[in-house]
């Protein structure tokens, strides 16, 4: 079966580092999605992909980056992790605008 | 730009009872609407979903009609179970734009 997958579940890291989220779909979808949830501000868009190639800054993108060489990957990396930073964050794939989105079981990341 | 409010919760029922979560919506044009329910611990799936006015998305007896007059799109289901128990999440997609998500609504159920 199809899916997405997240790694890794849990991180822990220290103030000022590189960290690096994974996202990995096997659904062929060209849109992907990268999303914080926090509580009080339900999901919150960090950036976005329709397509190899193509990345887009969504709602709060600053501190992050993305970067799609292929349809199944889109790593959200935190150039220098902030505690401002700790969330929960949720990957997402859709084939299309108006179409189902399907969701990663998502990260728990800790900055310390 | 777009916009999606929901009511705030948390909203505690006894189990069947009947619920009500507002939505409503602020875009150009005519949106997607979904509605997502994340269990504890889980990621988001959805729900149920209506892609034209007077459409009426429904799944697991949850039912919600996309009213363009009133921008509304609020989810209803008439007796909750307390496996329900979920934060439920009001969103649009319009072509050229994402997925936007309202800021979620916490359901308790109890027996």
């Known amino acids: 079966d199809a899916e997405i997958t997240q790694s890794p579940r849990h991180k822990i890291t220290e103030t000022g580092r590189q960290v690096t989220l994974a996202c990995h779909q096997t659904?062929?979808?060209?849109?992907m999605f990268w999303y914080r949830q926090d509580l009080g501000h339900g999901l919150r868009l960090i950036h976005y992909s329709y397509g190899v190639q193509d990345t887009n800054k969504g709602e709060v993108s600053d501190g992050y980056s993305v970067s799609r060489s292929n349809t199944e990957d889109l790593p959200l990396t935190l150039e220098s992790a902030a505690s401002s930073q700790t969330s929960v964050y949720f990957c997402?794939?859709?084939?299309?605008?108006?179409?189902?989105?399907?969701f990663g079981q998502g990260t728990r990341l800790t900055v310390v | 730009g777009n916009s999606v409010t929901q009511m705030e919760g948390p909203v505690t029922l006894s189990e069947e009872a009947f619920l009500t979560i507002n939505c409503t919506y602020t875009a150009t044009g005519y949106p997607s609407l979904f509605w997502y329910v994340q269990y504890p611990g889980e990621g988001l799936q959805l729900l149920l979903k209506?892609?034209?006015?007077?459409d009426k998305g429904s799944n697991k007896g949850f039912e919600a009609t996309y009213r363009k007059e009133t921008t509304s799109f609020h989810l209803e289901k008439g007796s909750v179970q307390v496996s329900d128990s979920a934060v439920y999440f009001c969103?649009?997609?319009?072509?050229?734009?994402?997925?936007?998500f309202g800021k979620g609504t916490t359901l308790s159920v109890s027996s």
């Open positions: 997402a794939s859709s084939s299309g605008t108006g179409t189902e989105a399907f």
């Open positions: 209506a892609t034209k006015a007077d």
């Open positions: 659904w062929n979808h060209n849109n």
């Open positions: 969103a649009l997609s319009q072509a050229g734009t994402a997925l936007i």
